[in-house]
T-cell receptor
Framework: DVKVTQSSRYLVKRTGEKVFLECVQD?????MFWYRQDPGLGLRLIYF???????EKGDIPEGYSVSREKKERFSLILESASTNQTSMYLC??????????FGSGTRLTVV | EDQVTQSPEALRLQEGESSSLNCSYT??????LFWYRQDPGKGPEFLFT???AGEEKEKERLKATLTKKESFLHITAPKPEDSATYLC?????????????FGKGTLLTVNP
């Protein structure tokens, strides 16, 4: 089975900090995605990557950037964390016929 | 722009009381419709993929069906452990566009 591992389950950061969320997959999949999930808003796509060093903006990229230096690792970066970025962040990799396989999520609180 | 609407937002059932969840969608060329289950504090877990109208998939007490405008997730004789949020998502477009558009989910609670 595909495993998607997010480095932290819970994070608390201060406003203005630079925050790194890490995601690692173990199945050599080309496509990786970052979503955030908020009550009443559902899952919204932040960024995705279809290959090493390749990235595309999703629906809500403002305030975020990404890095994919190796195929198995996709990082989400909050350049200067703000309270409105408090959310559940979900990483996923694409698996043929299965849509996405998700990680367990990182619940980020910005204070 | 692809749109996915799930109803109801929340559903409360008694154990054994069968029901259905609805997912209505508008897409420009459906490439797949996906159902996921999500437990509190966890990532969504894949349930089914449907590709064309008339297709059906089953897994234990769950059965997913697809028409040209909507999908249903039927739950037969549910148990408390079926309590979760059920998410529907669609993939459209072609080429390397694997973006999924999600609905907001239906929160299912099954009481013993």
């Amino acid at each position: 089975d595909v495993k998607v591992t997010q480095s932290s389950r819970y994070l608390v950061k201060r406003t203005g900090e630079k925050v790194f969320l890490e995601c690692v997959q173990d199945m050599d999949h080309e496509n990786m995605f970052w979503y955030r999930q908020d009550p009443g808003l559902g899952l919204r796509l932040i960024y995705f990557s279809y290959d090493v060093k390749m990235k595309e903006k999703g629906d809500i990229p403002e305030g975020y950037s990404v890095s994919r230096e190796k195929k198995e690792r996709f990082s989400l970066i909050l350049e200067s964390a703000s309270t409105n970025q408090t959310s559940m962040y979900l990483c996923a990799t694409r698996r043929v016929n299965y849509g996405y396989t998700f990680g367990s999520g990182t619940r980020l609180t910005v204070v | 722009e692809d749109q996915v609407t799930q109803s109801p937002e929340a559903l409360r059932l008694q154990e054994g009381e069968s029901s259905s969840l609805n997912c209505s969608y508008t897409v420009s060329g459906l490439r797949g419709l996906f159902w996921y289950r999500q437990d509190p504090g966890k990532g969504p877990e894949f349930l089914f993929t449907l590709y064309s109208a008339g297709e059906e998939k089953e897994k234990e007490r769950l059965k997913a069906t697809l028409t040209k405008k909507e999908s249903f997730l039927h739950i037969t004789a549910p148990k408390p452990e079926d309590s979760a949020t059920y998410l529907c998502a669609v993939q459209s477009g072609g080429g390397s566009n694997y973006k999924l558009t999600f609905g907001k989910g239906t929160l299912l609670t099954v009481n013993p």
